[in-house]
Each structure stands twice: as C-alpha cells, then as structure tokens.
C-alpha cells in the first residue's frame, strides 16, 4: 500500500510578468518579449479597452522553458501528416506514468582513453565534453510496482555546484546523454515510454546532426518511417506516439544530490498541434510504503 506525497512541480515556466521576460535561454537563444496589444490602464472608462492584452514575441519552444516532442522533432516536413483533419502524431494531452526520477552527475571526458572508450556509439564526443553515461545512473530502487510498468524515466543532471537549472547558462556546450543510457533503461524497465531531463537537449549541442540520443528514444517509430505502401511509396506516419522527450524541465532544490525516487510523472501539454514540440508542465508525485507495510 502506498501514500502519496505532495506534487514536486519540474516545469520551467516563462513568466512575463517581469521586463524582460523570464525564460531559458538554450542555445544562446534571446528570451521572448511581450507587446501589449492594449492596457487596462489605458483609457478604459473613456473609448479604452479596459483590459489587457499581450502578445508573446520570439517565443522558441524548444529553447524557451519546459516542453515535449515527438517523433515529428526528427521527421523531414515533408513526411508529416498533410491531409485536412489528419491528426499528427501526439500522445493525450494529459498523461499520468509510473516513474522513476534519477538525479544524475555527469562524466567529465578528460582523456584519450575516455574518449576511446565511448566515442564509437557518439563520434561527435569530444574531451572536455559532460556526457551522462549508464555508470553515473544512481542505484535503481524496486519499488513497491513491479518495473515492467515503469513508463517514464526522469534523467535529473546536476552541474558540479549541484545545481540542475544552472546548466542551461552553458549556451556553447551544455552536458549530454549518451545513447547507451537510454538502451540501459529500456533494458531494465521495458515498458518506459516517456525520457525527460532538465538539459536544453538529450544530444550534444553541436553533433552534426546525428542526434542519436534522440534516435534511441524514437528508434521503433523511425523504423516505422522507413516502410513503404504497397506501391512502393513512403509510409504514412504511425498514426500514434508511443514515445517522447521531455527537456528543460526545471530542478528544486530538494534534487540537489545523486538520488532515485519512485512516483508517478504527469506531463500536461499546451493546446497546440501541428508541431515537433509544444510547451508542456510536468509534475513528480513520489509513492512510499507506509511505515507499517
């Protein structure tokens, strides 16, 4: 029997109630910046609009704050769903998953040898470069659920002062997750679905386009891409997501140290479609045993 703890809120929100805006800024990319279309305070008992009214200029969802992909992150335009009322491949607006939050620190590549060692499965590492690899993983605990419904997987990277958010400052090369990580995981816990970090991205910031880390993730439905129709054209694109990454997700200070915790993962997502990602809040309910069993 388990109780539930309160919600710990990951999202890293963009908040515009401040000039300038308040947001992430990976990849060295500017923040947003707020028009005002119109002001309660301008005029509103004399032919004003009495109300407020913004619009979010230079909004990147991908460097701004918390956000999901899909498989559509990695697919040509071109193959994405076209037909009027086709619906592009997204998982439920709203999910709850069995999880298991890792917080992590990173290896440092620091020699030839490293390098040596893990570059064949990532050619674009470089020394100097910190890479998440499968021996930084805390001890994995067996919780109370079985690990067979174990859905998502939150990989929580701390930087050497402990903190996770500070990591997005480093806008030339922030850490990263090695492939191997991910196939680890999917070893252990063969139902995960869900991969979500607070880095501004699973890959290496420049890797040529390669980004395996990613290709890991969607793997099966990029195989699926691969299928041709009877005919010998291209194949629709599956019709479902069966997975997704989660990145910037925001870290509190009580994930300041290497540790693993069992729960449940809520990812919300913005009322948008026809994207390769959209805005999404995440929360982390963690489940115990009760003291007396």
């Known amino acids: 029997m388990a109780y ?25 990319i500017a923040r947003p910046r707020m028009e005002w279309l119109c002001r309660a305070d301008e005029g509103g008992g004399s032919g004003g609009s009495g109300v407020n009214c913004a619009r979010i200029d230079r909004y990147v969802v991908h460097a701004c704050g918390t956000h999901t992909e899909t498989v559509l992150h990695l697919v040509p335009r071109s193959r994405w769903p076209s037909e009027e009322g086709e619906t592009p491949v997204w998982p439920p607006p709203f999910g709850e998953y069995e999880a298991l939050l890792l ?3 990173p290896t440092c590549i620091d020699s030839d040898a490293m390098l040596g060692r ?30 067979a419904l174990v859905q998502a997987v939150a990989l929580i990277v701390l930087d050497g002062d402990g903190s996770g958010d500070s ?9 990263y997750i090695h492939p191997a990580v991910i ?14 970090t607070n880095l501004p991205s699973l ?24 299928m041709v129709d009877e005919e010998g054209a ?25 540790q693993t915790r069992r729960g449940y993962l809520i990812i919300a997502l913005a009322p ?17 045993k009760r003291p007396d069993g």
Not at 183 to 196: E, K, M
Not at 203 to 226: I, K, M, N, W
């Open 4 to 28: 539930f703890m309160r919600l710990l809120d990951l999202t890293r929100r963009v908040d515009g109630s401040t000039e300038p805006v308040r947001a992430a800024e990976a990849f060295g």
């Open 103 to 105: 917080v992590c620190r």
């Open 118 to 147: 893990w570059q064949a499965d990532y050619p674009a590492m470089c020394i100097g470069d910190r890479v998440l690899l499968e021996r930084d993983l805390p001890e994995r605990w067996e919780g109370c659920v079985g690990d």
């Open 167 to 175: 990591i997005v400052d480093d806008v030339e090369n922030p850490p």
């Open 183 to 196: 196939a680890a995981l999917r070893q252990t816990y063969n139902s995960v679905r869900h991969f979500l």
């Open 203 to 226: 890959d290496r910031a420049v890797d040529a386009g390669q980004v395996r880390t990613h290709r890991a993730v969607f793997a099966s439905e990029l195989d699926a891409l691969h």
């Open 234 to 258: 291209p194949a629709a694109v599956p019709v479902s997501a069966r997975h997704t990454i989660t990145e910037l997700l925001a870290v509190p200070t009580s994930l300041a140290a290497p």
């Open 272 to 288: 948008m479609r026809g994207m390769d990602a959209v805005p999404s809040s995440v929360y982390f309910r963690e489940s115990r």
